[in-house]
T-cell receptor, first 113, second 116 residues
């Protein structure tokens, strides 16, 4: 079965600074990888996904992620953080024909002025 | 875009009562819906997979007699928490998937259940 680890529980970053959220997965074959963002009281919004092809994936809101098979990682990055990026971020892995997703524990991002 | 709604957004009930949570895909047909449970500051845990017109498939450790799932149409799935107890208090989130595949899963805003 697949699993996801997000090593950082909480990250604080200054507005305008860069942000990187780590995600490591465990799966025997090529996984489907996702990053979601959850704001308080709202559902999960898909930021980006990787299925195959180019290992650098561009998403919405200026986010990007890079799939590194050798490191089993799919880290999320943003060059310049905005105050509105404060939220909970979840990495997820999907595999197999049933498209079930396994989520990491999440990383809370706090943005300071 | 694809919108998924949940109703109610928040519910408080007494121990021993049953609570029904609805998940609707508003502008698309969902062949599959998923139900998740999220504890405070924790990740989403998949509870069950629901396919329209068939019985739900429950994840290991999830009591199917306690968490009844019905997917009667392509736009509606319901989760009923039967004989709720305080330990059932949680945030329940549904997602709906079109026939397009793994990338076509859209999440509802969640329902906060508090059992007194």
């Amino acid at each position: 079965a697949q699993s996801v680890t997000q090593p950082d529980i909480h990250i604080t970053v200054s507005e305008g600074a860069s942000l990187e959220l780590r995600c490591n997965y465990s799966y025997g074959a090529t996984p489907y990888l996702f990053w979601y963002v959850q704001s308080p009281g709202q559902g999960l919004q898909l930021l980006l996904k990787y299925f195959s092809g180019d290992t650098l994936v561009q998403g919405i809101k200026g986010f990007e992620a890079e799939f590194k098979r050798s490191q089993s990682s799919f880290n999320l990055r943003k060059p310049s953080v905005h105050w509105s990026d404060a939220a909970e971020y979840f990495c997820a892995v999907g595999a197999g024909g049933d498209y079930k997703l396994s989520f990491g524990a999440g990383t809370t991002v706090t943005v300071r002025a | 875009g694809a919108v998924v709604s949940q109703h109610p957004s928040r519910v408080i009930c007494k121990s021993g009562t049953s609570v029904k949570i609805e998940c609707r895909s508003l502008d698309f047909q969902a062949t599959t819906m998923f139900w998740y449970r999220q504890f405070p500051k924790q990740s989403l845990m998949l509870m069950a997979t629901s396919n329209e017109g068939s019985k739900a498939t429950y994840e290991q450790g999830v009591e199917k007699d306690k968490f009844l799932i019905n997917h009667a149409s392509l736009t509606l799935s319901t989760l009923t928490v039967t004989s709720a107890h305080p330990e059932d208090s949680s945030f329940y989130i549904c997602s709906a998937q079109t026939s397009g595949g793994a990338d076509e899963q859209f999440f509802g805003p969640g329902t906060r259940l508090t059992v007194l």
